[in-house]
């Protein structure tokens, strides 16, 4: 494996007036392609701040961040914007779908960005949605979708550009513990069977134990980094 994300000495310190609140403090550590990373730890541990910088969403206070080899973490607005567009697909707790678009239309919709000819939108999306087992419901608005299902929408959207990283957040926050599981083990396959490299962010020790490594976080610092079966042991409650 090759090295996708590296970070080193990164910091993040929100302003609340005259009040500095330091979310990351001093965050050092690389991903290479193609791993399953879960990134825990309790609110205020300092994980979404993290997972926001790697998606390009927000800025280190200092410290530097690696994609592919290019330092990213200082590029402009518009650099990031084709980053997040090419490089970087995104699952969300809420699937954020149109609910008055078709799947096929809803996972066409980031290539249109991209200047793609109507018939190959169609066929990659078509491609994406057969790969996420939603081949029979391409033609299905979200409302005739299941939570699962839907979820399964917005990752076939989070894949269709081909990205080099995929980061969730809370993907199975709003699901059922079967539906959690199913979706849990689509991520499993895609990282598996396609080589996507998956970065989740939860909460939960049983959803964390689907990734090959956990990396824990406390008070803005990484407190543990390693394969689940140690991880999940030094957790505190």
Not at 127 to 153: F, K, W
Not at 185 to 203: E, K, M, P, W
């Amino acid at each position: 494996m090759s090295e996708l994300i590296r970070v080193e000495n990164l910091h993040k310190i929100y302003r609340m007036g005259d009040v500095e609140v330091p979310a990351l403090c001093g965050v050092n550590l690389t991903v290479e392609r193609g791993e399953f990373v879960a990134v825990m730890g309790s609110s205020g541990s300092g994980k979404s701040t993290f997972m926001n910088i790697l998606g390009c969403l927000d800025r280190p206070t200092s410290g530097k961040y690696w994609l592919e080899g290019e330092e990213v973490g200082s590029l402009s607005a518009d650099e990031w914007a084709h980053i997040r567009n090419k490089r970087i697909g995104f699952v969300f707790q809420g699937f954020n779908l149109l609910s008055r678009t078709t799947a096929l239309e809803n996972v066409e919709l980031p290539m249109m960005y991209n200047g793609y000819a109507s018939k190959d939108r169609h066929a990659r999306a078509v491609e994406v949605l057969s790969l996420v087992g939603l081949a029979e419901r391409h033609d299905h608005t979200p409302n005739r979708l299941s939570g699962g299902q839907q979820q399964r929408v917005a990752i076939a959207r989070a894949l269709v550009n081909k990205p080099s990283l995929i980061l969730a957040d809370e993907p199975t926050g709003n699901l059922d513990t079967v539906t959690s599981n199913d979706i849990m083990a689509l991520f499993q396959r895609l990282n598996s069977d396609q080589g996507i490299t998956v970065i989740i962010v939860t909460h939960e020790a049983d959803i964390a134990e689907h990734a090959k490594r956990q990396i824990v976080f406390r008070d803005g610092q990484v407190v543990a980094d390693h394969p689940h079966q140690q991880v999940i042991a030094r957790m505190e409650p």
